[in-house]
Nanobody, 122 residues
Framework: QVQLVESGGGSVQAGGSLRLSCAAS????????VGWFRQGPGKEREFVAA????????DYLGSVKGRFTISRDNAKNTVYLQMNSLEPDDTAVYYC???????????????WGQGTQVTVSS
């Protein structure tokens, strides 16, 4: 069962921007650490960004730091990933995940979304 739902993916040219959203009913988002992961063609899934349930701690993959920003709106039970200055290497399926723990470097998270495709052309 899909418990988290991503949206906002699409196709953009290099240098463009997209904002991804991760939402769920209830309080799955607002009470948990939420992370973003991505998997490009022929590559393993990798961590992109995460934010603590209070929104006071965040972390990023080094190659996206300064370009991507993770944020949350707990009143809306939604987490966002603002992606600026997109590069072709950012092309991937992006997944959001949630967990009660600050477990950001593990792929063993409680909940996962179905993924949303991001394609960046040069």
């Amino acid at each position: 069962q899909v418990q988290l739902v991503e949206s906002g993916g699409g196709s953009v040219q290099a240098g463009g921007s997209l904002r991804l959203s991760c939402a769920a009913s209830g309080r799955i988002i607002s009470t948990r650490t939420v992370g973003w992961f991505r998997q490009g063609p022929g590559k393993e899934r990798e961590f992109v960004a995460a934010i603590s349930w209070r929104g006071d701690v965040s972390d990023y993959l080094g190659s996206v730091k300064g370009r991507f920003t993770i944020s949350r709106d707990n009143a809306k039970n939604t987490v966002y990933l603002q992606m600026n200055s997109l590069e072709p290497d950012d092309t991937a399926v992006y997944y959001c995940a949630a967990d009660l723990k600050w477990n950001i470097r593990s792929t063993s998270w409680e909940y996962w979304g179905q993924g949303t495709q991001v394609t960046v052309s040069s």
